[in-house]
């Protein structure tokens, strides 16, 4: 997990609000992604962003939204819209794209 | 999209046996690599393969990658308890996109 830092570990909202993640990273890196996950399932990926100030949505981008103001951040809000949030989500970044990703410990989002 | 998909689902084997899992996928690849995910954890790169490679080692990994079959194999030498984790590949299909395609996963469970 060194070198990115997502919080908080564990979140629980009621349906109906907006949250945000945070997905921190000081590994200089350009590319950073956001993927969800659900139990026993693999990764899916929500938006990704090759350079700062720009991002694209990824296969399941509907009820998300993200920023990349800042090299080193790549928020993540989870909207009210997003009909099943409840998940573990995880951020990562890479150093050029198709190169190896680094991935955060995971914000596992609970909503009731 | 989930372009790999991981064979078995499930493995659960003795300490000091050998563990293989297979992935297949359906398109063409640049590379493909290889992560470990400990329970409610975040995922780390185990191995890159490219497309012109063969097979590649790493420690008591090894990988090997058939195009023409579109599969790949990570064989896990003399197993240990602490192996025990769900692994995933991950496939890039290069272009512009520079995005990873996960698999579903294997569990794997080393019994001391």
């Known amino acids: 997990d060194g070198g990115i830092t997502q919080s908080p570990k564990y979140l629980f909202r009621k349906e109906g609000q907006n949250v945000t993640l945070s997905c921190e990273q000081n590994?200089?890196?350009?590319?950073m992604y956001w993927y969800r996950q659900d139990p026993g399932q693999g990764l899916r990926l929500i938006y990704y962003?090759?350079?700062?100030?720009?991002?694209q949505k990824g296969d399941i981008a509907e009820g998300y939204s993200v920023s990349r103001e800042k090299k080193e951040s790549f928020p993540l809000t989870v909207t009210s819209a997003q009909k099943n949030p409840t998940a573990f989500y995880l951020c990562?970044?890479?150093?050029?794209?198709?190169?190896?990703?680094?991935f955060g410990p995971g914000t596992r989002l609970t909503v009731t | 999209s989930q372009q790999g998909e991981e064979d078995p689902q499930a493995l659960s084997i003795q300490e000091g046996e050998n563990a293989t899992m297979n992935c297949s996928y359906k398109?063409?690849?640049?590379?493909l690599q290889w992560y470990r995910q400990n329970s409610g954890r975040g995922l780390v790169h185990l191995i890159l393969?490219?497309?012109?490679?063969r097979e590649k080692h790493s420690g008591r990994l090894r990988v090997t990658l058939d195009t023409s079959k579109k599969s790949s194999s990570l064989l896990i030498t003399a197993s240990r308890a602490a192996d025990t984790a769900s692994y995933f590949c991950?496939?890039?299909?290069?272009?512009?996109?520079?995005?990873?395609?996960f698999g579903t996963g294997t569990l794997l469970a080393v019994q001391p």
């Open positions: 990562a970044s890479s150093n050029g794209g198709s190169l190896e990703q680094y």
């Open positions: 590994l200089n890196h350009d590319a």
């Open positions: 962003s090759q350079i700062v100030n720009d991002f």
């Open positions: 398109t063409s690849i640049n590379n």
């Open positions: 393969i490219r497309s012109n490679e």
């Open positions: 991950a496939t890039d299909q290069g272009g512009a996109t520079n995005k990873l395609i």
